[in-house]
């Protein structure tokens, strides 16, 4: 008999894992998330606690809820963290670790966890193949913010199990997402297509063609959230450049997703975006 989705871990408490870790908790679930890093756990917590009481702010929820909310997510650097019905893996856009990772979390729950990847663009089948049991493995992509944004892919790599889709699915639909099932090719649906919205900014950029203030200014008058630059920021510069590389060499490296230098400048640097203070643009530390 299949157990009842009540508990669900997430590692990796960056940018993602937050939103993640949010998005589940409003749904009720007990959330528990794990950082290697210690200090990203309580960064983690602190930022959960900010976008809490920005919902507050704007009367979207009450103080009481908030507490309620807040206290429904813990973070630790403890393996144990990762013990749940569900594990959520949302850390660095790298395959060994992330094999690693779901390999060690499946050891602990005894084969008996779905365990799902966040990867933007690794092959799933890829990091499912050093499970013991793939087919409780799938790709569950969330976008950022995770806790506001509706789209959820659900990637199927070759050795899912049917019965796995569909309990994903209907997890990701109790967070209150929209899915959409994808096919275990480089960048999934979104990231793919996305591409070139970066690219083609970068390669402008580049050749001087325009400054990122005036390309992103352009692309929001033309109607989009963001521009590319706006977005890279928001992404991080490492995440965004990784999955760039990785759609890149899943496609046998065709030029028109070529990684762009002056994206890889900007990580050799320690400019990442927001969450290093400065990318394209500059932001206050919090
Ligand atoms: P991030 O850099 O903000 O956070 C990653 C966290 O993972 C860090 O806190 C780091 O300490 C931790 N970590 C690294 N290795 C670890 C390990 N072995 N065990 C435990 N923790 C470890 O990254 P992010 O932006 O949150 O991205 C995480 C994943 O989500 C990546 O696979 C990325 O491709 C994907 N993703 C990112 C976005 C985005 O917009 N940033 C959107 C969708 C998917």
Redesign the pocket.
Known sequence: METKISTIAI????????GIALACAMAGYTTRL????PA?CV??LQQINLLLDQLVAKNKLSAAGATALSNKITAS?ERSQLQANVVV??????LL??Q??LKEAEQLNQQQALLV??????SVTKIASVLTNPGLCAGL????P?HILKLVEVVVGQQTARETISRLSTFAQSLGKTVVVAKDSPGFIV?RVARPFYTEALYALEHQAASPEAIDALLRSAGFKMGPFELMD???M???Y??TESVWQGLNKPARFTPANVQKEKIEKGE?GR?SGKGFYTYPQK
Do not use: C, P, W
């Open positions: 590692a990796g408490a960056g940018t993602m894992g937050q794990y950082d290697i890093q990203a960064r983690a650097s893996e949302a850390i660095a856009e790298n670790l992330k690693n990772l990847s966040n990867t933007s663009s690794l992509h969330f976008f950022n995770a990231n928001l992404i991080g490492d995440v965004n990784a999955v990442l969450k």
